[in-house]
T-cell receptor, first 113, second 112 residues
């Protein structure tokens, strides 16, 4: 079954440390996205990608980098983690042709202390 | 409704009742999508309605779109306790197709 898998599910990081969140999709979608979700709010777009080797800034990219080494994998990198980046992070893949088929992962809960 | 107000809205109803959730959006869009997010899970796409459609149905779900007022609604008939979740509307934003902009969501609690 086609899916989006995120790892780790939970992560505790120290302030100033480097954090890498990973995402793998088996949907063969060109587009992939990283969102964060804070309590009581909707999802906000951090970075996205149109295919292997491409990354684009979303609405809140500051403090984050992204990497898309292959069609299947999309990583979100926090070079210097801060407590304000404590959040739940969701990865998604989408069909670039129809813009109608989006699949989200189950999320990574990140706590920066 | 979502978006005009940025905070999460909350609704509590009895199982079997019908419910309608609304959202309004501020920017031009060709597509509105509705998502459901259950506790501890990622959002799951429920229904997509395009700007040339006024209504779309899927089982107990019905979505409407009014592009003139930039608003959309999602109705659920005969709610079940398992419909308890947060419901989001989302639009495609800007010229970069595929980027979704989410509203704050509506927390729906269905009491059995």
């Amino acid at each position: 079954e086609a899916a989006v898998t995120q790892s780790p599910r939970n992560k505790v990081a120290v302030t100033g440390g480097k954090v890498t969140l990973s995402c793998n999709q088996t949907n063969n979608h060109n587009n992939m996205y990283w969102y964060r979700q804070d309590t009581g709010h909707g999802l906000r777009l951090i970075h996205y990608s149109y295919g292997a080797g491409s990354t684009e800034k979303g609405d809140i990219p500051d403090g984050y980098k992204a990497s898309r080494p292959s069609q299947e994998n999309f990583s979100l990198i926090l070079e210097l983690a801060t407590p304000s980046q404590t959040s739940v992070y969701f990865c998604a893949s989408g069909d670039a042709q129809t813009n109608s088929d989006y699949t989200f992962g189950s999320g990574t809960r990140l706590l920066v202390i | 409704s979502q978006w005009g107000e940025e905070n999460l809205q909350a609704l509590s109803i009895q199982e079997g009742e019908d419910v309608t959730m609304n959202c309004s959006y501020k920017t031009y869009t060709t597509v509105v999508q509705w998502y459901r997010q259950k506790s501890g899970k990622g959002p799951a796409q429920l229904i997509l309605i395009r700007s040339n459609e006024r209504e779309k149905r899927s089982g107990r779900l019905r979505a409407t779109l009014d592009t003139s007022s930039q608003s959309s609604s999602l109705s659920i008939t005969g709610t079940l306790a398992t419909d308890t979740a947060v419901y989001f509307c989302a639009t495609h934003r800007g010229s970069a197709l595929g980027r979704l902009h989410f509203g704050a969501g509506t927390q729906l609690i269905v009491i059995p």
